[in-house]
């Protein structure tokens, strides 16, 4: 019989072909790319303990925005994107950064995010969180607190 880790591993790796057959536009895996192949590619590996750390982090940041208290502290995200924009590497934290990227630290602060703070954490995330040009700044710091809680 086949371990429970080869049962998952063999799930993870036809879910991520089928994902590359319908054009992700993140390329997760290229048709016709071996499963393996990515598996041993340093950079797919950074990218997939970034996102694993985010899993826990989202988790906990999810329950925070749940709770009734501004004083619920929130964990920053690592970097997923491949950003050689900025030469950002994948797995940092903004306040490893120097100088820092300001990530708010508790619910309220998050409540309580400027424009500039928001365009920061686009710039650092390498993302738009989903925001359009006509966003309030209410709406903006909401759909930051969606990136952050998954």
């Given amino acids: 019989t086949q371990s429970t880790w080869g049962i998952w591993h063999a799930t993870m790796a036809s879910k991520r072909s089928r994902v590359g057959e319908e054009g992700d536009k993140n390329n997760v895996l290229a048709?016709?790319?071996d499963a393996e192949d990515r598996d041993?590619?340093?950079v797919a590996m950074e990218y997939s303990a970034a996102q694993?750390?985010?899993a826990?982090?989202?988790t906990a940041n999810r329950r925070a925005l749940w709770s009734s208290s501004p004083n619920e502290p929130l964990l920053p995200?690592?970097?997923?994107?491949?950003?050689?924009?900025?030469g950002i590497p994948q797995g940092a934290l903004p306040h490893e950064l120097?100088?820092?990227?300001?990530?708010p630290p508790t619910v309220g602060a998050a409540q309580a995010l400027s424009i500039a703070e928001i365009e920061q954490l686009k710039?650092?995330?390498?993302?738009d969180f989903g925001i359009g040009p006509a966003d309030a700044v209410f709406v903006q710091r909401l759909k930051f607190?969606?990136?952050i809680s998954g």
């Fill in 77 to 86: 995200l690592a970097k997923e994107a491949i950003d050689s924009l900025y």
């Fill in 123 to 127: 710039a650092f995330y390498h993302s």
């Fill in 98 to 103: 120097s100088p820092p990227i300001y990530f």
């Fill in 52 to 54: 694993m750390s985010n």
């Fill in 40 to 42: 041993r590619d340093p």
């Fill in 56 to 58: 826990a982090r989202r």
């Fill in 145 to 147: 607190q969606k990136f």
């Fill in 31 to 33: 048709v016709g790319e």
